[in-house]
C-alpha cells in the first residue's frame, strides 16, 4: 500500500468526510471556489480562533478590526493596484488554455510555445486581479467599486481611528480576518489558489528606525506560531524576497514556505512596508496621518508598518496535509477491527491500516468521540449523559454504530484526538476507557476526573 501523501487523497478525504466540498458542485462546479463542510468549517473557525488568540490575547498592543469589503475606490488606485496589481496573461491559440506568463518555462515562452500543447502563445498581456462591480441603481461606470483583493487596506485607513479611539501609542498593531477576492487567471491545487478566500493579517505601526528591529521580532514570533500549532517543522523553511521579488511598497520580505504535497510553497509573508501606505493614502485623501508621538515633545511622523499576512483557507489545506498519515497497525483485534471470520483477506488487509489526522487537539473538528460498547443495557443512556456532561466544554461527537474498532477508524479519519468508551464496567464502578488517536492506547478514568483529564491533555499535547 502506498502511504504517501497526495493531492488526490487530501481531496478525496476532504470530500468524504465534510470538509470542503466543490461549489455548486451539482451545476458542474465553479471555478475557484469551494464550500467548506460541517468538518471544514469547525477546522476553519479553530484555526482562526487560534490565529486571533496569539495575537490579540497574547499581545497586549494588539487590537482587532473588522472593516468592510466595499471600500472607496480611491482606496485601491492609493494602494497601487488599479495600476500595479496585475498578473502576465497569455493564451495559446491552439488549445485555447490561459497561463500565467511567469509560470511558463522561460525557454517555451521566449519561443512562444504552449506548455501544454506546443502551440503558439499570444503576446503577454496584463490582467487587473481585481473583481470590479458597479453600485447604485444605474450601471454607467460612475458606481465603480471593487471587491478588495487584501484585508490590509481597511486596516491603514482605519489606523487613525483606532489610535485616537483606542489611546494607541507606537508600537502597536491591528488585526484582521477576513474574505479577500482575487480574478486569477489560474485557479489550481484545491483550496491552495482561489478567487474568494479569507486572509488574516497584522499590521504592526512602528516608529521610523525602529523597523528592522521590529520586523526581526515579528519573523521570530510567527515561526514560533507554527510549532504552537503542532505543524511538522521540517516541512517548513524561510525565503527572502530578492531584488526582482520584492512588492513595490516592500523595503524587506521573507516568505514562510511549506512543503505541499506539490511542492515548497508560499504560506505566510513577513514583509516590512515602510512609510509607503500611510503615505499614499494621506496623499490620495488629503488626511493627515501622522502619528503625533506625545512622549517625544509632540513629534510628527509617518509611522512604518510591519506586515504578517497569513491565507486562513491555505493555512487549513496546510494543516489537512501536515496532519494526514497512512500507518499500518496490524490487524487489531484489541480494537474489534478485525472480528468475525466472514470477512475476505482483502478486507483484513485494509484493516491492518488507518488513515488518520493528527490535528493538533485545539484544532480537531471533534474533540471527544462518546462510543457506548453496546446500545442496549442502558449503556446509550450512560453515554449520551457523558456526552451532555462534556460537550459544555468541548466539541463533541456521538457514535454508537457497527464494531468498536469501526468507530475509531471513522474517528481517526476526521482527526479525532479523544474517543470515550462506556462498556458495563462503566456501570459497576463509574469509570470509563479514554482511547488516545495517535497512540492507540487505552486508559481507565473515573467519569468523576474525565473532563479535567482532557483539559490537561490538551494543555500538554506535543505530537510525536
Known amino acids: 500500500m502506498d502511504s504517501s501523501v497526495t493531492m488526490e487523497k487530501i481531496v ?40 486571533w488568540k496569539e495575537m490579540t490575547q497574547l499581545h497586549d498592543d494588539i487590537v482587532g478590526l473588522d472593516a468592510a ?40 515562452l521566449a519561443k512562444k510555445e504552449c506548455p501544454e500543447c506546443g502551440g503558439e502563445l499570444t503576446d503577454t498581456r496584463k490582467f487587473n486581479l481585481m473583481f470590479k462591480t458597479n453600485i447604485g441603481p444605474v450601471d454607467d461606470g460612475t458606481g465603480l467599486i471593487y471587491l478588495r483583493p487584501e484585508t490590509a487596506q481597511g486596516i491603514y485607513v482605519n489606523y487613525k481611528n483606532i489610535a485616537q479611539s483606542n489611546r494607541m501609542k507606537l508600537p502597536f498593531g491591528i488585526a484582521q480576518v477576513g474574505k479577500a477576492f482575487r480574478n486569477e487567471i489560474v485557479t489550481k491545487n484545491f483550496i491552495f489558489r482561489t478567487c474568494e478566500f479569507e486572509q488574516m493579517e497584522m499590521q504592526y505601526f512602528v516608529k521610523p528606525g525602529e523597523d528592522e528591529k521590529w520586523f ?25 524576497h530578492g531584488p526582482g521579488e520584492l512588492a513595490h511598497y516592500a523595503k524587506d520580505a521573507y516568505d514562510i514556505e511549506y512543503e505541499f504535497p506539490m511542492g515548497w510553497k508560499e504560506l505566510e509573508g513577513v514583509h516590512n512596508r515602510s512609510d509607503y501606505d500611510l503615505s499614499r493614502h494621506q496623499q490620495f485623501s488629503g488626511k493627515d ?10 513629534a510628527r511622523y509617518i509611522p512604518y508598518i510591519i506586515e504578517t499576512s497569513a491565507g486562513l483557507t491555505r493555512q487549513l489545506l496546510m494543516v489537512l496535509c501536515d496532519a494526514y498519515d497512512e500507518e499500518y497497525v496490524g490487524t487489531d483485534k484489541a480494537e474489534g477491527v478485525s472480528e468475525g471470520n466472514s470477512e475476505s483477506n482483502a478486507q483484513r488487509s485494509m484493516d491492518d491500516w488507518r488513515t488518520v489526522l493528527h490535528f493538533h487537539p485545539e484544532l480537531a473538528p471533534v474533540t471527544v468521540a462518546v462510543l457506548p460498547l453496546m446500545k442496549k443495557d442502558g449503556l446509550a443512556e450512560l453515554a ?10 468541548f466539541s463533541t461527537d456521538y457514535d454508537q454504530g457497527g464494531a468498536i474498532g469501526r468507530r475509531y477508524r471513522r474517528q481517526d479519519e476526521i482527526g479525532t484526538p479523544f ?20 497512540s492507540m492506547e487505552q486508559v481507565r478514568v473515573p467519569r468523576a476526573e474525565l473532563a479535567a483529564r482532557i483539559r490537561a491533555d490538551i494543555k500538554a499535547y506535543k505530537r510525536a
Not at 474517543?419 to 495517535?438: A, F, L, N, P
Open 216 to 240: 526581526d521580532y515579528w519573523r521570530e514570533q510567527r515561526w514560533a506560531y507554527y510549532q504552537k500549532l503542532g505543524v511538522r517543522m521540517d516541512k517548513l523553511r524561510w525565503h527572502r
Open 12 to 51: 478525496s478525504l476532504a470530500k468524504r468526510r465534510g470538509f470542503v466540498f466543490q461549489s455548486s458542485e451539482i451545476y458542474g462546479g465553479q471555478a475557484g471556489a469551494w464550500d467548506y463542510g460541517p468538518a471544514g468549517i469547525e477546522l476553519k473557525n479553530r484555526i482562526q480562533r487560534f490565529w
Open 384 to 393: 449520551q449523559d457523558i456526552r451532555k456532561e462534556l460537550k459544555e466544554d
Open 419 to 438: 474517543c470515550v468508551t462506556i462498556d458495563y464496567q462503566s456501570k459497576e464502578d463509574g469509570t470509563v476507557t479514554v482511547r488516545y488517536r495517535d
Open 289 to 298: 496621518l501622522q502619528y503625533i508621538d506625545q512622549d517625544n515633545g509632540n
Open 69 to 108: 469589503i466595499l471600500m472607496h475606490p480611491r482606496v485601491w488606485e492609493a494602494s497601487g493596484h488599479v495600476e500595479n496589481f496585475t498578473d502576465p496573461l497569455v493564451d495559446c491559440k491552439k488549445c485555447k488554455q490561459r497561463f500565467r506568463a511567469d509560470m511558463i518555462p522561460e525557454e517555451k
